[in-house]
Structure formats: structure tokens, C-alpha cells
């Protein structure tokens, strides 16, 4: 049992694009007829390219964004932690933090249009100005940068064989009546059926699932290269979206999750093991352990405290939680779980979980807070845990790349069944 906090990792790793200004300006020099998706500006390259080469900033930005980008002053893009603003008035262009006043930077004009390339520190996210002549105001925005590397153990390595995943829907529901939903299944390269295999759940599962989401989880892939190094036993996944309800397409904002997630009590749990599983090994024919030691449930948000709910109620069968973001606050009750893990005799539960201390706060409660206390009662009650902590926002971005060091340290107290 331990705790630290984890410094948030400021090195940059992916390109996030606004996509929504592609749709927004239309005017790019791209015709319709190639059909060619849009690509941003490189932000990076272009903090230095702008004051030294303003010519060849000049064509890289309209050849991204056209010239019906720059009239609105709404134009930006961040890649890493590197912002550009692109803007459009007779005079000097400022960029100005409001939340403190600063003056982020004074565009430069290149012709027809002027922009700001600069990077920022790691786990900003405030609202800014675009003030012309230094009090004007033409445009502006909010910003939001978090960013981090992935490990290796994200990424499909050399001679690491894949899992097979297969895609299943489940629309005959006795504990969740009216709901249907998809599921995938991830069976090891190395499962041969003569050990039981580990099992290993995730809730919002098939964006979790997904090998290229360029902000994911990955966690197939994940899974592959844990398994092939010995670091975790062999294990099945299973990966479950919550339910959509009467009406409702695939696709669509699942109606149920919170009345599934944010729960207390069994029902959940039930779910799982009175349908799913025993419908997971009927149909892939597989020999899965019945030792709670052997089968995690994971989940960020009010997933994770669906999967400290599920192992809370059933510890026989899920001695396992890694959760990220946990709603340990009031939408449902799960404001309780800091009281009842001090109150109640210690449950054979390992749990993996991280915070973040710029984490929503709101009607609900604090989630920095919230996870903070059940840090400490895990603490308190001498809980097998560890805890992580970053400086980002709420949402999956950095349980993403934390995940291989989550999953190694869950699955470190099992002999590796190979």
C-alpha cells in the first residue's frame, strides 16, 4: 500500500487538431472534388518559421486554412503544447489570457492576415481575446492543453502477436430491461485453453478498445504487449459500452450509463455475471477464473465508480479496480464510498486508481476532493492500493499513457500463468 503524486509529463507527443474550424472555413484550396481531409497547420514548426521566414509561414497557413479563415478571428489550432492564433485587422493583433491578463503574444502580420505561434505550459485551459490595437476586441476562444507521450506498451511493437477481438451486441437484458448495447471480446494470442485465463473488464469499453483513437486508451494493444512480456498473466478483455435505451441508435450517448455507473448496489455486478460473462465463455469457449485475483474491473468517471461498486458488492469475484477520474461524488451516492471504506471491515480489493487536481468541480462536488478522501480512507483502512496523480482535466488523455504502468502494478501481486 502506498501513494505519491505523479508530475504531469509535459513532453509532447500528439498532434491534436481543431477539427471543427475545417468545417468552420470551408475555404481551403483543397477542391471539393479531391476530397482530401483537412490538415492543420504545424503550430510547432511555425513558432519559429513565422519570425524568421514569414513568407513560407504565410503559405503553410493558407494553404491549411484558405482565406475565409482569418475574417472570423476564430482561427487556431494546438499541436502538443504549441498554439497558433490566426487573425485579421488593420492593426497589431494581441492574444490575452483573461483569467490573469496576460498578454500571451502580438501576432505577426504576414501579409493580409497575422499570426501567433507559442508554446504554453502542460494542463492549461482558460478563455482568451484577440484585442486589436491593444483594447479592441475582434474574437476569441477557450483553450485546452493537456498532453503527454505515450510508453511503447501503447504501440503495436515487433513480434508481439495480436489478440483476436470480436464484436457482439446484447439486447436481451433481464437486470437492465429496454437497453441494448455492443461489446467487444479480446482473446490473447496465447490462450490455448489449458489454464484458466484472467479476465479483465472495462466499462465504456469500445472507445477504451480501440487500437487507433489517437487520444485512447488502446488498450488491446496494451493488452498484447503486457502479456507478451510477462508483466501481466494471460487475459481475456472484455469491453462493454453502458446501454442505449428504447429509440436510441448505435452511435448514440448511451441513455442508461449513469443510472448503470452511478448506482450503488448490485445490480451492475449481477449484470455481468449472470449475462455477460457466462455469455463471453459460452460463446468463445473459454476457461475463465473463477479467483477473484485473477479478474479486474476498470472504468474512468462514473465507470470507475461502477467498478469499485461491482468489486465493493462482490469482492468473491472481483478482487481487481483500476479507475481514472473517480466519480466518488453525489450523482448517485457514491459520495459514501470514503465513509464506507472507513467504516466497514477491509475487503480483499487491489485497486489502481489515479486523480487529477484540475478535475471538475460543480454542483456535484469536488472530484479532486472526492478522490483525495478516498485516498485517504483506502489509507486509513490499510487497502492494497496505489494512487496516482496528475495535472490534468477530467476525461481519459492521461490514463491513456498511464495505463501500461497501472495495469503492471494491478497485475504485479499474480504469478505470471503462461
Not at 465463455?281 to 474491473?297: G, N, T
Not at 475487503?347 to 486508481?353: E, F, G, N, Q
Not at 472530484?367 to 483525495?372: M, S
Request: hydrophobic fraction near 35%.
Amino acid at each position: 500500500m502506498n501513494s505519491f503524486s505523479l508530475p504531469h509529463r509535459a513532453a509532447p507527443a500528439l498532434a491534436l487538431a481543431a477539427l471543427a474550424f475545417a468545417a468552420a472555413f470551408p475555404g481551403s484550396p483543397v477542391s471539393a472534388q479531391e476530397k482530401k481531409p483537412w490538415s492543420p497547420p504545424p503550430a510547432i514548426r511555425l513558432e519559429k518559421l513565422i519570425p524568421e521566414n514569414p513568407e513560407e509561414a504565410a503559405r503553410l497557413i493558407r494553404q491549411s486554412w484558405g482565406e475565409k479563415a482569418f475574417a472570423s478571428n476564430q482561427s487556431k489550432v494546438v499541436e502538443e503544447t504549441t498554439v497558433l492564433w490566426v487573425g485579421q485587422a488593420e492593426q497589431p493583433i494581441e492574444v490575452v489570457r483573461l483569467d490573469t491578463g496576460e498578454t500571451l503574444g502580438t501576432m505577426t502580420d504576414l501579409g493580409g492576415f497575422q499570426a501567433l505561434a507559442r508554446t504554453l505550459p502542460n494542463c492549461q485551459w482558460f478563455d482568451y481575446e484577440l484585442r486589436a490595437g491593444g483594447a479592441k476586441k475582434i474574437g476569441g476562444g477557450n483553450l485546452k492543453i493537456e498532453y503527454y507521450d505515450y510508453p511503447p506498451e501503447s504501440s503495436p511493437q515487433p513480434d508481439v502477436p495480436k489478440g483476436k477481438v470480436t464484436e457482439h451486441e446484447w439486447n436481451d437484458s433481464k437486470v437492465f430491461p429496454g437497453t441494448s448495447r455492443e461489446y467487444l471480446v479480446y482473446v490473447p494470442a496465447q490462450y490455448d485453453g489449458s489454464e484458466p485465463a484472467a479476465l479483465m473488464i472495462f466499462q465504456d469499453g469500445l472507445r477504451h478498445a480501440d487500437p487507433n483513437n489517437p487520444r485512447g486508451l488502446r488498450a488491446t494493444t496494451v493488452l498484447d504487449n503486457l502479456i507478451a512480456s510477462g508483466d501481466i498473466p494471460v487475459t481475456v478483455g472484455v469491453f462493454i459500452n453502458p446501454g442505449r435505451t428504447e429509440g436510441q441508435k448505435p452511435g448514440d450517448k448511451p441513455r442508461n450509463r449513469s443510472f448503470e455507473y452511478d448506482s450503488l448496489g448490485d445490480a451492475y455486478v449481477r449484470f455481468l455475471l449472470e449475462e455477460i460473462i457466462p455469455a463471453v465463455e459460452k460463446e468463445h469457449d473459454l476457461k475463465l477464473s473463477d479467483d477473484p485475483a485473477m479478474r479486474a474491473i476498470a472504468g474512468g468517471s462514473s465507470g470507475c465508480a461502477c467498478a469499485w461498486t461491482a468489486a465493493w458488492e462482490r469482492p468473491d469475484q472481483f478482487g481487481k479496480v483500476l479507475g481514472w477520474v473517480g466519480t466518488f461524488t453525489n450523482i448517485r451516492g457514491a459520495n459514501v464510498y470514503p465513509s464506507l471504506v472507513r467504516k466497514t471491515e477491509r475487503k480483499p480489493i487491489r485497486a489502481a486508481l489515479l486523480g487529477e487536481h484540475n478535475d471538475v468541480v460543480n454542483q456535484f462536488g469536488s472530484w479532486p476532493l472526492a478522490n483525495q478522501q478516498m485516498e485517504a480512507a483506502l489509507d486509513f483502512s490499510d487497502y492494497d492500493y496505489r494512487y496516482w496523480w496528475g495535472d490534468g482535466f477530467h476525461g481519459s488523455t492521461h490514463a491513456a499513457v498511464m495505463l501500461p504502468e497501472m495495469m503492471r502494478w494491478l497485475w504485479s501481486d499474480v504469478k505470471n500463468n503462461q
